[in-house]
């Protein structure tokens, strides 16, 4: 699989306390990974040094071996993200939001009606964001990412909010995805959904990367299968001896 990005020792130090510090992996097409931590654990700091919104203390990203200007819009443009709490104008309808993020993108009014269609808000594509529950803002987010035809997708704690059937849907839409071709980056801490789609883990914890592997090379020990929760929480136990 040919490589989308790859992280080259990523740093931001805050203070002496607060850090992320020399994370490094490779992202590659077709290929789902799940960026794993508890609250606080540098995930989304990762998530913003990779999208550009903040510039790390040191290390870079690379793309076809070349180092990238991750404030460059040629970069950003390389990208699809979902925030981890997106605010949308409360006074806009669904449709009206998604119109004014495909003209950002140069995309098409009939995919607005496919992503709205894709995440069950079609329906309600009218109706206005105030009356939206956190699931359906969610959605509409998930949308807005889904929008352009990039190669890689980078989603901040995606399923907060949804209920068990979009939690489902959800799943499926990303094996759709990555039957396209997709990289898909994803932060969560709940390491279930780790198991069931991403190909490799990332386990992130005070700001140092724990473990990058397969997912199926990590929960299995001896033959046997073992829980992620298992395998992340004797990683920590590792780090704190």
């Known amino acids: 699989m040919n490589k989308v990005i790859e992280l080259v020792a990523l740093t ?10 020399d994370i490094s992996f490779p992202i590659h097409q077709g290929e789902i990974v799940a960026l794993c931590g508890g609250n606080g654990a540098g995930k989304s700091t990762l998530i913003k040094m990779i999208t550009g919104i903040i510039k790390p203390t040191s290390g870079h990203i690379e793309i076809d071996g070349n180092i990238v200007n991750t404030i460059s819009m040629d970069y ?6 979902m925030p981890d709490d997106m605010l949308f104008p409360r006074q806009l309808s669904a449709v009206e939001v998604l119109n004014f993020f495909a003209n950002l993108r140069k995309v098409s009014k009939e995919k607005v009606g496919e992503v709205l269609e894709i995440v069950g808000l079609y329906e309600d594509k009218n109706r206005l964001i105030k009356h939206f529950s956190k699931g359906m803002q969610q959605r509409l987010s998930f949308a807005q990412a889904l929008l352009a035809d990039t190669p890689l997708l980078i989603l901040d704690e995606p399923t907060n909010g949804l209920d068990p059937y979009w939690v489902y849907r959800f799943k499926e839409i990303m094996h759709d995805e990555k039957a396209k071709g997709k990289a898909i980056l994803f932060t969560t801490h709940i390491l279930t959904l780790v198991e069931e789609i991403a190909d490799k883990a990332a386990f992130i914890e005070g700001g140092e990367l724990l473990h990058f592997d397969c997912v199926k090379d990590l929960v299995m020990r001896d033959g046997e299968k073992v829980s992620l929760e298992k395998v992340f929480f004797e990683k920590q136990m590792l780090q704190k001896q």
């Open 12 to 21: 931001k130090i805050y203070s002496e306390k607060s850090r992320v510090e």
């Open 76 to 81: 950003r443009n390389s990208f699809s993200y």
